[in-house]
């Protein structure tokens, strides 16, 4: 009697090879450790401070310049506005003003740079700089806010490097300096008579030279100070970035 062949199990006499990652299990893949992110510190702007410094004294010493001229501009104005038919289209101007548009916008700039480049410094070493955003650039042109807002990207900068006396008395001079350049034009508004255009009151235009010397001793006053807070800032970041690089110097 022959017994009957049983089906092979497939599953205790596989007939086919495994696979080769089944039969030989192959180590893990060994990958090389992370790199590690180094951040480097960003260098203190110090010739930008240095040419930032040069510039508003420049423009603090153009200031001044139209002060000491500033009488013999009246007596010019006066006769441009008692005979307008008959003066020079150029009369009664101060011709420093050509000069000193340019470098304030200049000045401007570079202040603006130097802020910008601390921040950036600030950054770099992960440190929260606070403040609004960039208001170096912008907060000079927000209709009375800007009597506040630079001063608040300037604090944001310099806190705890240069002295709260050099920054407040940066910003309160400089607004003083601020405000007597927009009052300079009153005097000449109130000597002609807005009806007819004539001259009126030629003495009101006396005024001209007090306020162009208060204009000019509150800008070098600021100057003064300004020219304080960016040697100390500066001098921070130097020392700051010189650690953050491992520099003993």
Known sequence: MTTPHEPDDPFANPKAPLPPDAQSPQPPTAYPPPTHIVVSAVAAPTGLARWTTILTGAVALLTLAGALTASA??????????????????????????????????????LALWMSRVRSAMTARGEVVGGPPAVEWWGWFVPLANFVLPLLGMLAIARRKASIGSLIGW??????????????????????????????????????????????????????????????????????????NGSPF
């Open 73 to 110: 501009q009246v007596e010019e104005l006066k006769t441009v506005l008692a005979n307008p038919d008959n003066a020079s289209p150029f009369a009664g101007q101060n011709p420093l003003s050509l000069l000193t548009t340019p470098l304030l916008i200049t000045s401007f700039v570079l």
């Open 171 to 244: 910003w309160v001079s400089f607004c003083l300096y601020w405000v007597l350049s927009w009052a300079s034009v009153v005097p000449s508004i109130t000597a002609v008579d807005l009806a007819t255009g004539e001259l009126a009151n030629p003495d009101a235009l006396n005024a001209i030279v007090p306020i162009a010397w208060g204009s000019a001793l509150s800008l070098i006053a600021s100057w003064v100070f300004l020219a304080n807070v960016i040697r100390q800032t500066t001098a921070a970041e130097k020392s700051l970035s010189a650690q953050a």
